[in-house]
T-cell receptor, first 114, second 114 residues
Framework: EADIYQTPRYLVIGTGKKITLECSQT?????MYWYQQDPGMELHLIHY?????STEKGDLSSESTVSRIRTEHFPLTLESARPSHTSQYLC????WGGGPDEQYFGPGTRLTVT | AQSVAQPEDQVNVAEGNPLTVKCTYS??????LFWYVQYPNRGLQFLLK??????LVKGSYGFEAEFNKSQTSFHLKKPSALVSDSALYFC????????????FGGGTRLMVKP
């Protein structure tokens, strides 16, 4: 089992609330990622980071923001949650290397915005 | 650009029978190919990867995958399915020119019936 953690695992929140999804890894990985997984199962990369103070937007446009102040921590924030944000959010990390290192995934946060 | 396709939304197989989950890819450079499995309410778990060398790659839980360059495929296989193999399976590809960004397929739900 990979050492990557996400909290909360489940969150039900009302429209307009600000939320932060936490992601931490203890593997010392430089690269971290956030994916959004829709009900149809497909995964979409929404944010990634190559290291401290590095953040980039992914393939899918998202109203969320991320920060990377510490190597092990990569939180995702929604300033004002909307029902369209209802989804599963998966955090992942990988080593920085020249090879194709696999990504390790956290258990996910299932967000429901009412 | 890189892309990956999983043509089957669901695969049904009887326990003890061989299983195949299909994956085809498109990259401009050389492909790095991955299979992940997702159990209910869990994150993705790495199964196996192809980088170079032997076209038949063996992974966790008795799974294997065959890289076929001419058909641009990387099908996942197992000689004898177990009910506990029932899960979502994701194929992913990274072009060796594309940093460490993975592109995931849409996922295939495997149902193994007793």
């Amino acid at each position: 089992e990979a050492d990557i953690y996400q909290t909360p695992r489940y969150l039900v929140i009302g429209t307009g609330k600000k939320i932060t999804l936490e992601c931490s890894q203890t593997m010392g990985h430089d690269k971290m990622y956030w994916y959004q997984q829709d009900p149809g199962m497909e995964l979409h990369l929404i944010h990634y980071s190559y290291g401290v103070n590095s953040t980039e937007k992914g393939d899918l446009s998202s109203e969320s923001t991320v920060s990377r102040i510490r190597t092990e921590h990569f939180p995702l924030t929604l300033e004002s949650a909307r029902p369209s944000h209802t989804s599963q959010y998966l955090c992942a990390s990988s080593e920085w290397g020249g090879g194709p290192d696999e990504q390790y995934f956290g258990p996910g946060t299932r967000l429901t915005v009412t | 650009a890189q892309s990956v396709a999983q043509p089957e939304d669901q695969v049904n197989v009887a326990e003890g029978n061989p299983l195949t989950v299909k994956c085809t890819y498109s990259v401009s450079g050389n492909p790095y190919l991955f299979w992940y499995v997702q159990y209910p309410n869990r994150g993705l778990q790495f199964l196996l990867k192809y980088i170079t060398g032997d076209n038949l790659v063996k992974g966790s839980y008795g799974f294997e995958a065959e890289f076929n360059k001419s058909q641009t495929s990387f099908h996942l296989k197992k000689p004898s399915a177990l009910v506990s193999d029932s899960a979502l399976y994701f194929c992913a590809v990274r072009d060796d020119n594309a940093g460490n960004m993975l592109t995931f397929g849409g996922g295939t739900r495997l149902m193994v019936k007793p």
